[in-house]
Every structure is written in structure tokens, then in C-alpha cells.
T-cell receptor, first 114, second 114 residues
Framework: EPEVTQTPSHQVTQMGQEVILRCVPISNHLYFYWYRQILGQKVEFLVSFYNNEISEKSEIFDDQFSVERPDGSNFTLKIRSTKLEDSAMYFC????????????FGPGTRLTVL | AQSVTQLGSHVSVSEGALVLLRCNYSSSVPPYLFWYVQYPNQGLQLLLKYTTGATLVKGINGFEAEFKKSETSFHLTKPSAHMSDAAEYFCAVRTRSNTGKLIFGQGTTLQVKP
């Protein structure tokens, strides 16, 4: 069965450093998302991406964050200058189109900011 | 705005007992509802979903949920708990906007005692 993959599984970085989290969505899917889950809290929507542009972003997704689909297969989340409070599990998700109604999630990247 | 409330952050049952995880939603339009499961150190896996049609939906691993519009609920049940059911369970509502983002509840940790 097709699956969403994410790399790395765990990223440790120093505060103020840039990080790029990578995702490979399911190949024929059209909609892409990033969510995050701070330890012990619920999963929160960050951003949605369709047709090579952001379709919606949350209040969390400020100017420090950006997303890109550089080559038609990868989908990346960049945090320009990490803060301690960015430590979380970041999930990528994708889905084909409204008729399927199911978002498929990747295994997540655990980001630890020291 | 749509929201999801999961009653009970922790639920403990004995192996073989009924599992009932509660989820209530708020939505001004007919919702699409989902239950996802998260095993330790893993990503989110879809258990089941309600979009339209039959209000009792069956999912994987013997779980089912019933959409009750009058009660704005989508409780998850399983007749007989198994040790392998121990995990975190998230109820989510999907917006019917073009972005299709998911809004999650706080999650319920299910503990299964031998």
C-alpha cells in the first residue's frame, strides 16, 4: 500500500538554526499538509498546500515557516530560526481529492530544539 | 468554527471489556468525521471515517463508531478490548473548505489491563 514517508525521523538542532523537514507524499495525491504535535498535546494544523501554493495556514505558521514542493515528489517544511517552543512531532499528510476524504499521515519527524 | 471535544484524556479497561471513547463535535455544516490511532512512536493511522450514508461505520481492528447528528457525537467503540489496542486515539473533523484540513480533539489514551 502506498505510504507517506518523512525524513529524518528525529532531528536535534540548536535554537536559532534552520531546519528542513522532508516528506514524500503518496505519488498521485494533490493536497499536502503539515501538522504538529507538541508533546502531550493535540495534533494541530499548520499549513495546507495545493497546486504549488499555500491554500491555508494557521496562526502558528508565521514568517519563520515556509513550505515548498521543489521537485514534484518532495514536500518540505522549513523553519528558518528555530525556537525552543518549536520542539514537537511534525506530521506530513496528503490526500488525493475530496472524493476520497482520507488524509494519509507520515510517521512524523520529532524535532528537538536545544 | 468547527471543534472537537474528546471526553476523558485517559481511559482504562480490562482486556475483553467494552471500549468506549467519546467524541463530540461542533460544526455548522454536515461534518466529515474521523478516528485516528497513534501507537507509541508511530504516526497516525486511520481507524474509520464517516462522510455520508450509513451512520454506523466499521473500521479496522474491530472498531466502530456511530454518527449521531442529534447528539453531535461520534463515539468509538469496540466490544472486546485487546492488549494491542493500547494507544492514543484522536477524533477529528474535516472542514469542507477547499483546504480540507483536519481539526483534532485532545486525544484519549487507552490503557488495557490484563
Amino acid at each position: 500500500e502506498p505510504e507517506v514517508t518523512q525524513t529524518p525521523s528525529h532531528q536535534v538542532t540548536q535554537m536559532g538554526q534552520e531546519v528542513i523537514l522532508r516528506c514524500v507524499p503518496i505519488s498521485n495525491h494533490l493536497y499536502f499538509y503539515w501538522y504538529r504535535q507538541i508533546l502531550g498535546q493535540k495534533v494541530e494544523f499548520l499549513v495546507s498546500f495545493y497546486n504549488n501554493e499555500i491554500s491555508e495556514k494557521s496562526e502558528i505558521f508565521d514568517d519563520q515557516f515556509s513550505v515548498e514542493r521543489p521537485d514534484g515528489s518532495n514536500f518540505t517544511l522549513k523553519i528558518r530560526s528555530t525556537k525552543l517552543e518549536d520542539s514537537a512531532m511534525y506530521f506530513c499528510a496528503s490526500y488525493l481529492a475530496e472524493s476520497t476524504d482520507t488524509q494519509y499521515f507520515g510517521p512524523g519527524t520529532r524535532l528537538t530544539v536545544l | 468554527a468547527q471543534s472537537v471535544t474528546q471526553l476523558g484524556s485517559h481511559v482504562s479497561v480490562s482486556e475483553g471489556a467494552l471500549v468506549l471513547l467519546r467524541c463530540n463535535y461542533s460544526s455548522s455544516v454536515p461534518p466529515y468525521l474521523f478516528w485516528y490511532v497513534q501507537y507509541p512512536n508511530q504516526g497516525l493511522q486511520l481507524l474509520l471515517k464517516y462522510t455520508t450514508g450509513a451512520t454506523l461505520v466499521k473500521g479496522i481492528n474491530g472498531f466502530e463508531a456511530e454518527f449521531k447528528k442529534s447528539e453531535t457525537s461520534f463515539h468509538l467503540t469496540k466490544p472486546s478490548a485487546h492488549m494491542s489496542d493500547a494507544a492514543e486515539y484522536f477524533c477529528a473533523v474535516r472542514t469542507r473548505s477547499n483546504t480540507g484540513k483536519l481539526i483534532f480533539g485532545q486525544g484519549t489514551t487507552l490503557q488495557v489491563k490484563p
